[in-house]
Each structure stands twice: as C-alpha cells, then as structure tokens.
C-alpha cells in the first residue's frame, strides 16, 4: 500500500559515466516495508511518461541498523524549532516499540 509523500525526498545516483537525480514531492508515494531480510522503500513518482520515475531501495537489517546507528549519532543536527521534529520523534518511538513488541511476542509463544 502506498502512501502520499507528505514532504520531499530528493535522490541521486551516481556511475562512472552517468548522473541521475530525482526529486519526489507531494504528489509522489512511498511505501516502506519489512521483509525477511530486511527493510524496502520505494519512491514514485506517477503520471506522463516524461515525468514518471520510481526509486526502489532494500536493505538488510544489519546495514539498517548501522544507518540507524549514524542517524543517532548525528541527531543533534536537527533543529529544535523544524516543524516535523515532533513527528520524527513519535514515529521513532512506534517503531521501537513495534520491533520491541516482537521479541514478547515470539517470547510468549513458548
């Protein structure tokens, strides 16, 4: 299921011999999710095929831990006063106690 884009995300990728960059705004999605091995995130941009573009990311969850290791360590960054602070902290805290959630769950089932 996909969701809008409620700010901005902007990607580059970069070849030897070629540069890609995209923005996707409000009007793209995004659907992150789960997997046995990891962690998938895709940016989409939809409409005319001039303009139509998607990004599709997965990521094992060693290398996701590490990014969320990194992000930690340079949270001080984040102005006090930027508007989506608050929602940053809160989804942080969902996702903490989602995954803590499945260590009582598989706990339980013993």
Same mark, same amino acid.
């Given at each position: 299921?996909?969701?809008?884009?409620?700010?901005?995300? %902007?990607?580059?990728? %970069?070849?030897?011999?070629?540069?890609y960059?995209?923005?996707f /705004?409000?009007?793209?999605?995004? %659907?992150?999710?789960?997997?046995? !091995?990891?962690?998938? &995130?895709?940016?989409e941009?939809?409409?005319?095929? /001039?303009?139509?573009?998607?990004?599709?990311?997965?990521?094992?969850?060693?290398?996701?831990?590490?990014?969320? /290791?990194?992000?930690?360590?340079?949270?001080?960054?984040?102005?006090?006063?930027?508007?989506?602070?608050?929602?940053?902290? !809160?989804?942080?805290?969902?996702?903490?106690?989602?995954? %803590?959630? &499945?260590?009582?769950?598989?706990?339980?089932?013993?």
């Amino acid at each position: 299921m996909t969701k809008p884009i409620p700010d901005k995300a %902007e990607v580059a990728l %970069e070849f030897w011999d070629k540069f890609y960059s995209g923005t996707f /705004e409000r009007s793209s999605r995004f %659907e992150a999710t789960f997997d046995a !091995n990891g962690v998938g &995130l895709i940016l989409e941009r939809t409409g005319a095929p /001039e303009t139509r573009k998607s990004v599709h990311i997965h990521m094992h969850y060693g290398l996701f831990a590490d990014v969320l /290791e990194q992000l930690a360590a340079t949270a001080g960054h984040i102005p006090q006063d930027h508007p989506s602070r608050d929602h940053l902290v !809160n989804s942080v805290k969902s996702l903490h106690r989602a995954v %803590e959630s &499945l260590g009582a769950t598989s706990s339980q089932g013993c």
